[in-house]
Nanobody, 120 residues
């Protein structure tokens, strides 16, 4: 079984920075792609950023130029570097991954979410 373990959330001042991490744990053959979603209070979940197996990235318009998604293949970990944070970035951030395990089963996984609060 594969698990996604998130870390890095917390309280930050407007204009500040945070880096979120999401490590995929288990018997993994390959990670097809990894993404970050977020769900602001009272709103629906939205895609923030994604990175493909080949390294291509995509971002929501609201975070372009401020957020950077990256990965460390040796650690099966994806990161979200967040800079110039705004109060509207406040949300629970979720890691998502499409993973082929050692039994060659392809499944979609979600992390449990980490809360990012941007406030003065």
């Amino acid at each position: 079984q594969v698990q996604l373990v998130e870390s890095g959330g917390g309280l930050v001042q407007p204009g500040g920075s945070l880096r979120l991490s999401c490590a995929a744990l288990g018997r993994i053959l390959s990670i097809n792609g990894m993404s970050w979603y977020r769900q602001p209070p009272g709103k629906e979940r939205e895609l923030v950023a994604s990175i493909t197996y080949g390294g291509s990235t995509n971002y929501a318009d609201s975070v372009k130029g401020r957020f950077t998604i990256s990965r460390d293949d040796a650690k099966n970990t994806v990161y979200l570097q967040m800079s110039s944070l705004k109060p509207e970035d406040t949300a629970v951030y979720y890691c998502n991954a499409l993973i082929t395990d050692s039994g060659r089963y392809i499944s979609n996984y979600w992390g449990e979410g980490t809360l990012v609060t941007v406030s003065s």
